[in-house]
Each structure stands twice: as structure tokens, then as C-alpha cells.
């Protein structure tokens, strides 16, 4: 299954965070993709391979809604 996502997505990780979301923002992309908690604002960065594994579900651009 291919999940596709882009820049400024709202994604859902299998796992939550430590602060008890699992609600992220892609905030940069590239051979590394970063990723925003929305709930704590905590960055991590994490290769595509190890993303596209840990990624359950994309929502969608967090500006289309604005």
C-alpha cells in the first residue's frame, strides 16, 4: 500500500508520542523526513524508509483547511 503524503500533511504514526498524540505535521522533506508533534511541538527526523513503516494514515494539507 503507497501511502502518499507531501509537504505541510497532517500524518498519524502507528505509535504515539510520549505526550500521548499521535497526531504529526511533515515540516521538512527530503532523503530524511521531519516531523512536528501538533500536540507538544517536539521535531524528529527519521529516514523515508523507517517514515513510510511507521506511518498509518495521512489527512491531509494543514493548509486546505484555512
Known amino acids: 500500500m ?3 503524503y507531501k509537504l505541510n500533511d497532517q500524518v498519524i504514526m502507528k505509535k ?3 505526550c500521548k498524540t499521535n497526531l504529526w ?3 521538512r522533506m527530503g532523503v530524511d ?3 512536528k508533534c501538533m500536540h507538544c511541538g517536539r521535531e524528529i527526523m527519521m529516514e523515508r524508509l523507517e ?3 511507521k ?3 495521512v489527512l ?3 493548509n486546505e483547511c484555512k
Open 25 to 27: 505535521i511533515i515540516t
Open 51 to 53: 517514515f513510510q513503516k
Open 55 to 57: 506511518l498509518k494514515k
Open 60 to 62: 491531509g494539507d494543514t
Open 2 to 4: 503507497n501511502k502518499e
Open 33 to 35: 523526513i521531519k516531523i
Open 16 to 18: 504515539p508520542h510520549a
